[in-house]
């Protein structure tokens, strides 16, 4: 039987457990929408994935097939078995209420990616306080190599397009889809996944 496609409508995220050698298929159905991505180790949540220790691993800010995904305590967590599009970001936060207030003006806030992870991730006790820099799936940030100026451009992603993960340890995910309109080329979307 196939494994149950799951769609994560925009601006909405969810949680959900995978077990160590499952893989993870993160697909952009309609082109140019981020997913935010984070895991924990199911059996102690206090390891969570890590940007700073992978990007120090890697050597290098972009990700892609081949590539694992540590977590603070330097174990692999996830490692990237195929993607179709090249280009992620590991330096952003989840958008959040603060993230639309500070740069954006906004007055009365969506509260972003990070309060999506926050409601989902919430039956699994983890706290707010816990969610770490996010794997942003199919976000396109370059970066000027002189200034070290960080722009957000629009994804490469088209429709279609995905990529996956294995799990390496059992897992707690999150994943949303990304609710901020810089990042997704003013146009916010579905994000569609599946576990097998």
Do not use: W
């Not at 159905?29 to 991505?37: H, K, Y």
């Not at 940007?51 to 990237?80: C, F, K, Q």
């Amino acid at each position: 039987m196939r494994p149950e496609l799951v769609r994560i409508a925009p601006r909405t995220g969810t949680a959900f457990t995978m077990k160590a050698g499952q893989t993870l298929t993160v697909i952009d159905p309609e082109g140019e929408q981020v997913a935010d991505l984070l895991c924990f180790n199911a059996n102690d949540v206090a390891e969570v994935l890590s940007s700073g220790r992978t990007l120090d691993y890697a050597s290098r800010i972009y990700l892609t097939t081949g590539d694992p995904l540590y977590s603070n305590r330097s174990n692999v967590m996830l490692e990237i078995v195929e993607d179709v599009v090249g280009r992620h970001d590991f330096l952003l936060t989840p958008c959040s209420k603060d993230t639309f207030r500070i740069i954006y003006g906004d007055t009365d806030p969506h509260q972003g990616c990070f309060g999506n992870l926050a409601q989902a991730l919430a039956p699994y006790d983890i706290k707010p306080d816990a969610i770490p820099v996010a794997f942003n799936c199919f976000m396109n940030v370059p970066i000027d190599g002189t200034t070290g100026a960080i722009s957000v451009l629009p994804p490469l992603s088209k429709p279609g397009d995905y990529m996956k993960f294995r799990a390496r340890m059992d897992l707690i995910v999150g994943l949303t889809a990304c609710s901020a309109l810089q990042s997704n080329n003013g146009r916010l979307k579905l994000i569609e996944c599946r576990v097998e």
